[in-house]
């Protein structure tokens, strides 16, 4: 009898447990090895939709009498909601911390971008400014937590109203 009680009450303990508490248990956080494992997959998404999204975008600016002006506003166009993409496979994959998902997988992500940019220098033809390419990292980032964000919210079948979390 007591050894049930111990059982449930380490349960109940478990289930109240803040997810921060519980994930700072050890050297190495389990909840945060989760993620980054679970961003590789979120990174995959991200590029592979945004070849996707690419390659949509370039034959309809093929269609256009002016295809060189489209060219910088479609691949912006197909940037951000790549990076949701990344960030709802993320959140999928962990179940828990959307923000902690949408983080990791939008900073690796423009991570991966920031230094294949690198790489092909000499193919780019940029021509933004500083605080425009920092802002438009931040821009990955930010929606890859909203990604994450709308990729964690479930309905709950009593009363219909929407919840974060599992």
């Known amino acids: 009898m007591n050894k ?5 009450s380490a349960l109940v303990r478990s289930r109240t447990t803040s997810v921060a508490a519980r994930s700072r248990s050890g050297d190495e956080s389990p909840l945060f090895t989760a993620v980054l494992k679970a961003s590789v997959l979120g990174i995959a998404a991200t590029f592979v939709s945004g070849l996707v999204l690419i390659s949509v975008f370039s034959a ?30 993320t959140v999928k994959r962990v179940k828990d911390a959307p923000a902690l998902c949408g983080i990791i997988c939008g900073g690796l992500s423009t991570a991966c971008a920031m230094l294949l940019s690198i790489v092909l220098k000499g193919l780019s ?30 309905r709950v079948a009593k009363r219909g109203k929407r919840r974060f979390g599992r």
Request: glycine fraction near 8%; charge should be neutral.
């Open 4 to 8: 049930d009680r111990r059982h449930s």
């Open 60 to 89: 309809v600016a093929l269609t256009s009498p002016d295809p060189s002006g489209l060219i910088t506003p479609l691949s912006l166009l197909a940037l951000l909601p790549s990076a949701f993409i990344g960030g709802v496979v």
């Open 125 to 154: 033809s940029s021509s933004f400014e500083l605080w425009q390419t920092l802002l438009l990292h931040a821009a990955v980032v930010i929606f890859s937590v909203l990604g994450a964000l709308a990729g964690n919210v479930k």
